[in-house]
Nanobody, 124 residues
Framework: EVQLVESGGALVQAGGSLRLSCAAS????????IGWFRQVPGKEREGISC????????YYRDSVKGRFTISRDNAKNTQYLTMNNLKPEDTAVYYC?????????????????WGQGIQVTVSS
């Protein structure tokens, strides 16, 4: 069964850090472009970072550049999103997703598999 499971979400104070994990099962994560998305109630889901399966090239949304880092551990079949200097506006449900497209960034419609999402709350 193909599955993506996020973990690492928490309540953290502004300026703090978190590392989200996206554990894959049923497929090799290195064979897919993995993206991270987030959604706030009442707003559209937005893409914030992704890493291409082709060459490990990365994309970051402007609002997270310099603060968030995407990485992958092939041995653990897990993708990570390290988030530093968190701000209250980073509060959202975060999702990871897998796409066969090698392009970064790419469309949300390109993503085939999605995790269930995990809450990140940043207090001021």
């Amino acid at each position: 069964e193909v599955q993506l499971v996020e973990s690492g979400g928490a309540l953290v104070q502004a300026g703090g850090s978190l590392r989200l994990s996206c554990a894959a099962s049923g497929f090799n994560i290195r064979d897919y472009t993995i993206g991270w998305f987030r959604q706030v109630p009442g707003k559209e889901r937005e893409g914030i970072s992704c890493m291409s399966t082709a060459d490990d090239s990365t994309y970051y949304r402007d609002s997270v550049k310099g603060r968030f880092t995407i990485s992958r551990d092939n041995a653990k079949n897990t993708q990570y999103l390290t988030m530093n200097n968190l701000k209250p506006e980073d509060t959202a449900v975060y999702y990871c997703a897998a796409s066969v497209s090698v392009n970064v960034p790419n469309s949300q419609g390109d993503y085939r598999y999605w995790g269930q999402g995990i809450q990140v709350t940043v207090s001021s």
